[in-house]
């Protein structure tokens, strides 16, 4: 389904004016000089020194051919499938550099860009392991592990592991400092006892705090928090546009009997790359393959629609309004047919947002709107489904 509007093409046009300035190297520089003024307005706290030691993953080891091979041919029926609105620019401008390789199955080839993620853009649009955000002007990759330390500080504050930081307090000129790794310490303790390789890094390349459980980037606390939320509400779960499938990860970590990711071809490429290394073959429910009652299932927009599937619970974090909204009221049409609750996580600074796409059904029924916690200027709400 193909949407072309204003709101799109100017989309569209400002991908174009970025692909050009990042050829150039100046697009970072000029992005540092007009938004560096603004940019603490992100963190949570911002009276904290953070400790940390800053690590980089290595020693990334692809697939095997057979499961390589599996996961390619699982996505080549519909690998022509065109995405909608931005993603459609995202797609052609970075993401599809793989196809040759998957028309004519060079695993070798496909193995090396899914392990080494910093050297193409295949994860441009979902994570910030893309050729093309390396940059050392970069506003969030300067303050990547800063902006990962305040994540995990406001992460353990919903936990109840740390108290609320209260600025009125906040009496002395001298910051308190902050052991990053301490905290990181009581959060793995709580939620996912006795996990040593807990932040698995099948990448080389990935950017983030250094700690005994691996390497912790950005979206690592974001993606815990979203995890413990969505496990409370049910153990059949199902992600529209779930990125690199983090909280998959950490969902069935917390015990998700299902969980259903639903994506574009290449990012579901990623993902079942991901997934495939923490959890095996067996747990995988690969795209076209027949439905089980367990384990992790990766599908297209394509068979999504097709499938007669439900779940307790149907989760979209920062993308459903990024997909037109002819696309957007589509997802929403079948989400009320076979789901229990819908919870999304989304800001509202694109064309339309998840509450307007919501007026058109009345059989589903707002249960709260609230900020996020984890991301600042982003909207939690969760709906039931009568």
């Keep these: 389904m193909l949407e072309i509007n204003s709101y799109s093409i100017d989309i569209i046009m400002r991908y174009k004016l970025k692909k050009f300035l990042v050829k150039l190297r100046l697009y970072f520089l000029l992005d540092l000089l007009r938004k560096s003024r603004f940019f603490s307005h992100r963190f949570h706290h911002q009276y904290f020194n953070y400790n940390f030691r800053r690590g980089v993953s290595k020693n990334a080891k692809p697939l095997s051919d057979e499961l390589l091979n599996d996961l390619v041919c699982s996505l080549k029926a519909d690998i022509e499938m065109m995405p909608t609105s931005q993603w459609k620019q995202i797609y052609r401008e970075f993401q599809n550099e793989i196809l040759p390789y998957m028309e004519n199955n060079d695993l070798y080839k496909i193995g090396q860009m899914l392990i080494n993620p910093t050297k193409n853009n295949l994860m441009y649009g979902f994570d910030n392991m893309a050729k093309d955000l390396q940059s050392p002007f970069r506003l969030e990759t300067i303050f990547e592990c800063k902006t990962t330390s ?18 009125e307090q906040i009496v002395s000129p001298i910051r308190r400092d902050i052991e990053i790794n301490e905290v990181v310490e009581k959060i793995a303790s709580l939620i996912f006892p006795d996990k040593d390789d807990l932040f698995f890094n099948p990448f080389n390349g990935e950017i983030g705090i250094e700690t005994r459980f691996g390497i912790a980037s950005i979206r690592v606390p974001a ?17 529209i546009g779930p990125g ?17 990711l639903v994506d574009i071809p290449i990012p579901s490429l990623v993902q079942g790359h991901f997934l495939m290394q923490a959890f095996g073959r067996e747990n995988m429910i690969l795209n076209g393959e027949k439905a ?8 297209t927009p394509m068979n999504f629609f097709r499938s007669t599937d439900s779940y307790d619970l149907v989760v979209n974090v920062d993308s459903l309004t990024e997909i037109g909204s002819e696309s957007a009221s589509e997802y929403i049409k079948e ?14 600074r694109n064309e339309f947002t998840v509450s307007d796409l919501i007026r058109d059904f009345s059989q ?12 600042k200027g982003y909207v939690e709400e969760l709906y039931k489904i009568m």
């Excluded at 089980?292 to 599908?299: P, V």
């Design 150 to 167: 305040d994540y995990f500080l406001e992460l353990a504050s919903f936990l109840e592991i740390e108290k609320m930081h209260n600025p």
């Design 364 to 375: 589903i029924k707002k249960i709260y709107r609230k900020k996020s916690w984890m991301r």
């Design 244 to 260: 690199l499938g983090r909280s998959a990860y950490f969902s069935t970590l917390l015990g998700a009997n299902k969980y259903t």
């Design 223 to 239: 993606s815990i928090y979203q995890s413990v939320l969505s496990t409370k509400l049910g153990d059949n779960i199902c992600e």
């Design 292 to 299: 089980r009652d367990k384990g992790i299932h990766l599908m």
């Design 335 to 348: 989400i009320s047919k076979r789901s229990k609750l819908f919870l999304s996580i989304n800001h509202e």
